[in-house]
């Protein structure tokens, strides 16, 4: 029964085409900019390639699926998702709450673009996500981003949710690092979703792009406006390569979850190891509800090492890493992240789980830190 459908099938079922006789199983892209207009001048219709675009519904139909959305919409990257939300709803004279222990350029735009018109920005770690939304009121904003990049503490959206409802203000969840195969947010409370899909979702290192997932009629259509005046868009052809990636996302996702469990275990005993945070370890400390809300813990692994240099040899001496700063693709990667001015210590790194095979990957891991 659909109700009952695994990952694989979901993503598959996702982006399947209309089954009409003779059309491609696989939708093709759609690069246009212009379109032949109709004599009736019917607004329904393509006109121009900033305000749509057939293979945009098709990736938003998609995505609004896996969501479990009433709609979407892509934009050209994460960032210009989360800022024409924020622009959208962000009013001058209203409150924002953002995560402090979060993506760092959501703070920053917060801080430089928001504040000096007259937002009101609030700062708070994830902990302390609950007690902050318990101060915002009617028409005040509360941005939560769980499992929070880069240091993996997890926000209880239903109690979150419930406080939000209470006083009166939107929720916004990024669900990047948890995709909507770890976690819907949507259906525990939230308003808005927005995520970067360049991460697991496109998966392959070589597509920027974003979206925003929703029920509100009257929020997406205000969305949907400011991507047209504005332009932040996405390309018909990066739409078409994320489109063709989420037909194989619950493969991807299921081994980068399982990459990164095996990891974590591996490193939670290592000597070179000072700290490792992963929600899906029994003991940590955000297990608990990471347990209730997610159906996956993701392919993310943060670790403390010794030093900054301590990071660099592990990528050196490792066969599989790759030192880079996004996450979520099929190769395995490291960021160190104080070098983005993150606050957390030197040897901090984000490790991104890949599609390796799971021995190989803990035992290359492992032998390089024990080299170090």
Not at 65 to 72: D, H, I, S, T, V
Not at 122 to 138: L, N, P, S
Not at 170 to 176: E, R
Not at 326 to 338: K, L, M, N, T, W
Request: charged share 20%.
């Amino acid at each position: 029964m659909p109700g009952t459908y695994g990952d694989s099938t979901r993503s598959i079922k996702a982006v399947g085409s209309e089954a009409i006789p003779g059309s491609p199983i696989a939708p093709p892209p759609v690069p246009a900019a212009a379109y032949h207009l109709p004599a009736d001048e019917d607004d329904s219709l393509d006109s121009y390639g900033r305000r749509s675009n057939p293979t945009w519904r098709q990736l938003e139909s998609a995505l609004a699926r896996l969501e479990g959305a009433a709609g979407a919409l892509t934009f050209g990257s994460g960032m210009a998702a989360v800022t024409s939300v924020l622009r959208t709803v962000a009013e001058p004279g209203r409150t924002l709450v953002v995560p402090a222990d979060g993506y760092y350029q959501v703070r920053a735009y917060a801080r430089e673009y928001l504040a000096p018109r007259g937002v009101r920005v609030v700062e708070a770690r994830c902990a302390q996500m609950c007690d902050a939304a318990g101060d915002a009121g009617t028409g005040d904003v509360v941005f939560a981003e769980t499992p929070s990049n880069p240091g993996l503490d997890v926000v209880d959206l239903h109690q979150l949710a419930m406080i939000c409802r209470a006083g009166g203000a939107m929720l916004v969840v990024d669900n990047t690092t948890a995709t909507p195969l770890g976690q819907q947010p949507l259906s525990l409370g939230a308003d808005l979703v927005v995520a970067s899909a360049t991460k697991a979702l496109a998966g392959h290192h070589d597509v920027l792009a974003g979206y925003v997932a929703g029920s509100h009629p009257e929020v997406m259509a205000r969305l949907e406006r400011e991507r047209l005046l504005a332009g932040p868009i996405l390309g018909s052809f990066e739409a078409w390569l994320v489109l063709r990636s989420l037909g194989s996302l619950g493969l991807r996702f299921e081994r980068q979850c399982q990459n990164a469990a095996a990891v974590a275990l591996m490193l939670r005993s290592h000597p070179a190891v000072r700290s490792v945070r992963y929600p899906g370890l029994p003991d940590d400390p955000s297990h608990a509800v990471a347990a209730v809300q997610m159906r996956r813990f993701g392919g993310v692994v943060a670790v403390e090492l010794a030093s900054a240099a301590t990071v660099h040899e592990l990528v050196g001496r490792s066969a599989l890493l790759v030192a880079s700063t996004s996450f979520g693709g099929i190769h395995s990667s490291v960021d160190r992240r104080a070098r983005w001015g993150d606050p957390v210590p030197d040897g901090f790194a984000r490790l991104s789980m890949g599609i390796e095979d799971t021995d190989d990957l803990v035992s290359d891991i492992e032998q390089a830190l024990g080299a170090a």
